[in-house]
Every structure is written in structure tokens, then in C-alpha cells.
């Protein structure tokens, strides 16, 4: 627990460069409760040209204060792959004798990046991208401009542990509202990556029995090491009460949701268009809110299963809260976009240099807990 303004004084070690007057910053994000103080930080860095709130995660108040202050874009994975539309979008919003940056959440311009380029010639300078999965999405493309990903560096694995644990809090929430535990119950995890490994420490905690499903053989030797058990999809499913999904790669389809034990618990960690193969939408079964955030889905044989936070990233019920340790990953946002502007980078995937996140974790132990590395 940090005291209460640490944060200005932290984020004011990487502002004193002062505003670019030529830079146009598109800001991809969740749009919680703590995201202006950022966005006016981001404005004191460069212009920020627009909001593109992820979509299932916007706070209302939070929605109409941005509203106010910035053009809000909505934001799906339709346009932002269109290079017509893209460009129909973003050209407006982007001053003549400005440069551009995106800040992007999830590879959503991943497949556009190239149009940019070819449209805004050097004045796009590049992407910041932050998540894994964004890193992957970029990670398929070929690069026409620099993108700095944070989704790999020392600091982001700090706030991955912090997001399991919210993950394995609010599951364990929305599975009391239906009357039922995590105690002795018997549970699946799909994926053992960083979040994956921190949600599984804490599940064993919670004295469950828990069985993972990760398909890469290094992270399966992993997995054995830190002595959880491995077994197949078909396995888990049939057995599982709790299933959790943190690949972030479509892990689970319709059929597979004919696999699930009845009565069983889904949760995913990420956005459902992300994690599951099968969209809500478009399901052919009956569906009910039987409690807030939990949907029940009667399966063609009349047994129900139950979506927690209807498939989206279950955390978000209870604002995905991690703390001080978000701010980090918020300063590696804030050095990539000065790097971007200051420093002429080739096409492809990028990360800070050490030196960098040496020096924002030093600022970090000092302003929010007091430690002199």
C-alpha cells in the first residue's frame, strides 16, 4: 500500500523533457477509474489526439470525463484492420505538422501499421504495444514502423504476478454469488505463461485441485517443476468445476463448451474475442444473468454451465485493481514514447534498454515504498 500521491511525484521523473509540440499521441486503453491522471500526463509528453477505450472495459463516469476533454473513438478489431478506414479515422485527427505515435493495447493496429506508414510517410514514428498478445499480433507482421513492446521486460512481470492475483480474487467472488467455494474444488488452467504461473501459485493456495493445460513443451517443463500436474483438454474439461483460461489464443470453442462437466465456472483472463473461440453473440443457447455477472448457458441437453463476467476478462468486475505496480508498466509507456521521438529507430520490434527500466524501477522503490536501491 502506497500513501496517497506518490504517484504525481513518480510519473514527474519522466516529464521534465517538457511537451513535443509536434507529436500526436492515440492512446488505446482501459478506461478505469485511475486512467486520467495518465492521460493528462500523456498530455504533458504530447498531444493526445484521441481516446480509443478497449471496449469491455470502460467505466462510465471515467467514459464521460474523456468525453469532455478528448475525441473517444470506438474501438473494434473491424476498422482498425480496414486500411480505408483507418485511415479515415485516424487522418483527421492528426495535425499537419505533427508526428504520430499509437499506444496500443492488444495488437489492434497490427495489421494497419503498414497503411500508416505508407500514408503518414516518417511522420508515423511507431507503436508502443503492452500486452503479450499485442506483442504476438505484431510479432505476425511485417513491421513498416518501430514498435516498442513492454509485454516482455522485468517490469510488466511485476505487474503480471499482480493481475493473477486479481484474476483468482474476482473469480472466487463471482463464484461465491452462486453459493460455492474454491475449497477442495476441483479446478483447470489453460495456459502457464506469466499471468498463467501467477494464477496458478495462487489457486494452490486456495487448497484446490488444480490441473493445467499448456501446450508449449518448455512451459510444460516448467509447469512440472514448480510440481503442478499436466494433462490433456479433453482431461481437464471433463473434470474440472473451474476452468480458467490465460492464453489469450482462442483456447476454447463450442464444442469444447459441450465438453464442460455441468455446473462448471469459465472464466478468461483477457477479452473474450481474444481467449474463446465462439462468440456469445452468435451461440445458439439459451442464456440468463442468474447473478450480477454470471451467465448461465443451458446446453442443448439441458445441463448449465456459467460464464463469469460473460466470458471477459474476469478481473475487470472489481476494476482489475494491482496497485503502485501499474505505474510501472505506465512509465515504460511514457520512455517508449521518448524514445520513439527522440531516437530514429529501424522497422520491427523493439524494447527499452536496461538502463531504462533500471532507472524507472529505482523511482518506483523510492516514491511508493521508500527504498534507496
Sequence with gaps: MHSQGSEHLFFRHFT?????????????????????????VLDGVGRVGAILPKPKSVHGPTLAWAQQHYPVLPLNRHWTSDPGEVIAQIAPLVM????????????????????????FGARFIGVVEMTENGHQRYEQESLAAPVISVARSPLKQAEDIQIG?????SAESLARTLRRTFNVCQAALFGYGKVGRSIARELRCRNLHL???????????????????????????????????????????????????????????????????????????????????????????????FLLNRGEAVNFVHGAVIGEYVYLVLAEIIEGVHQLAHQ??????????????????????????????
Excluded at 492488444?106 to 501499421?113: D, I, M, P, V
Excluded at 462437466?261 to 462468440?279: C, I, K, N, Q, Y
Excluded at 529507430?345 to 529505482?362: C, D, K, N, Y
Design 16 to 40: 521534465e523533457q517538457g511537451c513535443l509540440g509536434d507529436l500526436c499521441i492515440l492512446l488505446v486503453t482501459h478506461l478505469l477509474p485511475d486512467r486520467p491522471d495518465f492521460i493528462q
Design 96 to 119: 499537419s505538422h505533427e508526428r504520430l505515435i499509437i499506444l496500443d493495447i492488444g495488437g489492434y493496429f497490427a495489421k494497419s501499421q503498414a497503411v500508416l506508414a505508407e500514408h
Design 165 to 169: 492475483l486479481s484474476v483468482v480474487y
Design 211 to 305: 490441473e493445467l493445460v499448456e501446450t508449449d513443451a518448455l512451459r510444460q517443463v516448467e509447469a512440472l517443476s514448480h510440481g503442478f500436474k499436466l494433462v490433456n483438454k479433453a482431461e481437464a474439461l471433463g473434470r474440472a468445476e473451474l476452468v480458467i483460461c490465460s492464453t489469450g489464443n482462442g483456447s476454447l470453442d463450442i464444442t469444447d463448451l459441450q465438453a464442460l462437466r455441468p455446473g462448471a465456472m469459465l472464466a478468461s483472463v483477457t477479452s473474450a474475442d481474444d481467449e474463446f473461440a465462439f462468440s456469445l453473440a452468435q451461440l445458439p443457447w439459451p442464456s440468463e444473468e442468474v447473478c450480477p455477472h454470471v451467465l448461465a448457458l443451458t446446453r442443448p441437453d439441458g445441463s448449465t454451465i
Design 344 to 373: 530514429a529507430s529501424t522497422p520491427g520490434l523493439h524494447e527499452l534498454p536496461q538502463a531504462t527500466m533500471q532507472r524507472i524501477a529505482r523511482h518506483w522503490l523510492t516514491d511508493f515504498h521508500g527504498v534507496t536501491p
